[in-house]
């Protein structure tokens, strides 16, 4: 079973930077992807960003120009940097990955984005 830990969730001001980072209990191939997801109140979980050897990294539309999605495959660990970050960032993030078909979450983490 493969165990998911965010850390760096917070509250900011609006144009503030964060960063958030996640890791695995164990080896995460980098063929595997791994990545961020959130989800606001009363809304759909959505993707955040996503990155796997091969594929590179992917970026959801209300984000891309904004975030940055990095991995450290020897420590799987992979980080999220938010700059310019809005009160629509507002939401709880959560760490994922899929090995075998089967998907893993953290537990997340809140990013409050206001003034």
């Known amino acids: 079973q493969i165990q998911l830990v965010e850390s760096g969730g917070g509250v900011v001001q609006p144009g503030e930077s964060l960063t958030l980072s996640c890791t695995a209990s164990q080896e995460i191939l980098s063929s595997a992807p791994m990545g961020w997801y959130r989800e606001a109140p009363g809304q759909r979980r959505e993707l955040v960003a996503s990155i796997m050897s091969g594929a590179g990294a992917m970026y959801g539309e209300s984000v891309k120009g904004r975030f940055t999605i990095t991995r450290d495959n020897a420590k799987n660990t992979v980080h999220l940097q938010m700059s310019s970050l809005k009160p629509e960032d507002t939401a709880v993030y959560y760490c994922?990955?899929?090995?075998?078909?089967?998907?893993?979450w953290g537990p997340g983490t809140q990013v409050t984005v206001s003034t």
């Open positions: 994922n990955t899929e090995v075998g078909f089967q998907h893993y």
